[in-house]
């Protein structure tokens, strides 16, 4: 378990992608071209969108890096029990999540929030502490983590619609893909025993407190 540990901690101690990222944010040219001369996201038409689309763009980044993060933990404690499997799949996902979005930071020119490191360090932690309540432990931080990260991509969704969808179509696709993804992690996290490790919505209601602290944080910083 210690071996797997070092090794989760040396393939994830660097911010995922940042160095893709920067070195596109310095180049002049798009990662790739829609038929709509512009990528997922639009071009803001004013400094007002152009906050909001930031926002949305570095907290969804931070959201997908912490889960990663979180799962990483878990597979150092859990990765050769009848679980791994699980934890597995359900950080393949993830790990997708976080790479298109180091690609659509890096196609827009939004830097990633400067407490990525912080993430790095509390996302195992919070993956490996609660690995080691077990298998119901583990699962009680993933439903708890899937449906803060679910409800704020819903609370964006809601507000792009608002907004204009048609403008926003391409970027409200992957946020309604990847809000289901973490759906389907929350539901699988019930499915197996979340609710029977003991205080589960005292440690329910800690993350996601610490979730939302981290939302509030991660959109500006």
């Known amino acids: 378990?210690?071996?797997?540990?070092?090794?989760?901690?040396?393939?994830?101690?660097?911010?995922?992608?940042?160095?893709?990222?920067?070195?596109?944010?310095?180049?002049?040219?798009?990662?790739?071209?829609?038929?709509?001369?512009?990528?997922i996201v639009p071009p803001p038409r004013d400094s007002e969108e152009k906050d909001m689309l930031d926002q949305i763009l570095r907290v969804d980044h931070a959201g997908e890096y912490g889960a990663n993060r979180i799962y990483a933990g878990q597979m150092a404690v859990l990765g050769r029990s009848s679980t791994g499997p699980l934890i597995q799949e359900m950080w393949d996902q993830e790990k997708?999540?976080?790479?298109?979005?180091?690609?659509?930071?890096?196609?827009?020119?939004?830097?990633?929030?400067?407490?990525?490191?912080?993430?790095?360090?509390?996302?195992?932690?919070?993956?490996?502490?609660?690995?080691?309540?077990?298998?119901?432990?583990?699962?009680?931080?993933?439903?708890?983590?899937?449906?803060s990260i679910s409800e704020h991509y819903n609370s964006q969704i809601r507000a792009l619609m608002e907004k204009d969808p048609e403008r926003y179509t391409e970027l409200l696709q992957v946020i309604k893909e990847f809000r289901d993804d973490e759906m389907e992690h929350h539901?699988?996290?019930?499915?197996?025993?979340?609710?029977?490790?003991?205080?589960?919505?005292?440690?329910?209601?800690?993350?996601?407190?610490?979730?939302?602290?981290?939302?509030?944080?991660?959109?500006?910083?």
């Open 1 to 39: 378990m210690h071996r797997a540990a070092r090794t989760a901690l040396h393939d994830w101690s660097d911010p995922v992608g940042l160095t893709m990222i920067r070195r596109c944010l310095k180049c002049r040219v798009p990662l790739q071209l829609s038929s709509r001369a512009y990528g």
């Open 96 to 147: 997708k999540h976080v790479a298109k979005f180091n690609e659509i930071l890096a196609e827009n020119r939004v830097r990633p929030t400067a407490l990525l490191p912080l993430w790095n360090i509390a996302g195992f932690a919070l993956g490996a502490s609660s690995a080691l309540l077990g298998k119901e432990g583990a699962m009680a931080c993933t439903v708890a983590v899937e449906e």
């Open 187 to 221: 539901d699988t996290g019930l499915e197996h025993d979340a609710e029977s490790v003991p205080g589960y919505w005292l440690l329910k209601t800690a993350i996601q407190l610490g979730c939302k602290a981290a939302i509030l944080v991660s959109q500006r910083v």
